[in-house]
């Protein structure tokens, strides 16, 4: 079984400039979070989708962060315009619909605005 | 805000040699995982406990879930280099499907 993909795996922009990064996850797992990492600090939850809705987005930093998942399928999550201080990883993650929910992630955007 | 302290932080010992993470918080918790990240990769999940007082074991590997479910430990058997790496608590508070991580444990086993 495919586990969690994450397309680009490495991204450089710079500030001011838009980027998307894609997740497609496990085949089946209703429920896609995406988390991220800034340099020095623990990973830290910014959305949850349940299919194609968005559940939770609490943890997402400013509007200037958008995510989509149409169809309930992949998942796109788009900074525009980018800051330095988005710098970081971010992870995707998915879950099936049933307790206790456990989380696979995928290996990860590594994001760098310059 | 749920926080999760993970000690230590870094930790170099000799193969062979037994050691033990922890992972503390204040709040309760519905579940809590443990993850293993190699560099340039993503978590990798180890195990997921639920139940307060549970013990898990893979391998050299066991995992135990405080009476409370606010705290959990790893201990690793006999340490292998094949251990390296970075090993991440997460958990998931009730009614939330946020995962919490903990900072980290960079483990360093040395031949």
């Known amino acids: 079984e495919a586990g969690v993909t994450q397309f680009p795996s490495h991204s450089v922009i710079e500030k001011g400039q838009t980027v998307t990064l894609r997740c497609d996850p496990i085949s089946g797992h209703d429920n896609l979070y995406w988390y991220r990492r800034v340099m020095g600090k623990e990973i830290k939850f910014l959305l949850h989708?349940?299919?194609?809705?968005?559940?939770?987005e609490s943890g997402m930093p400013n509007n200037r962060f958008l995510a989509e998942r149409t169809g309930g399928t992949y998942s796109t999550l788009k900074v525009q315009p980018a800051e330095l201080e988005d710098s970081g990883v971010y992870f995707c993650?998915?879950?099936?619909?049933?307790?206790?929910?456990?989380?696979?992630f995928g290996p990860g955007t590594r994001l760098t605005v310059t | 805000t749920q926080l999760l302290e993970q000690s230590p932080q870094f930790l170099s010992i000799q193969e062979g040699e037994n050691l033990t993470v922890y992972c503390n918080s204040s709040s309760v918790f519905s579940s809590l995982q443990w993850y293993r990240q190699e560099p340039g990769e993503g978590p990798v999940l180890l195990v997921t406990v639920v139940t307060g007082g549970e013990v898990k074991k893979l391998k050299r590997l066991t995992f135990q879930f405080g009476d409370a479910r606010k705290d959990s430990s790893l201990h690793i058997t006999a340490a292998q280099p094949g251990d390296t790496g970075l090993y991440l608590c997460?958990?998931?508070?009730?009614?939330?499907?946020?995962?919490?991580f903990g900072k980290g444990t960079k483990l360093s086993v040395i031949p």
């Open positions: 993650a998915s879950s099936p619909h049933i307790p206790p929910y456990e989380q696979y």
């Open positions: 989708f349940v299919k194609e809705s968005k559940q939770d």
């Open positions: 997460a958990a998931l508070g009730a009614g939330s499907y946020q995962l919490t």
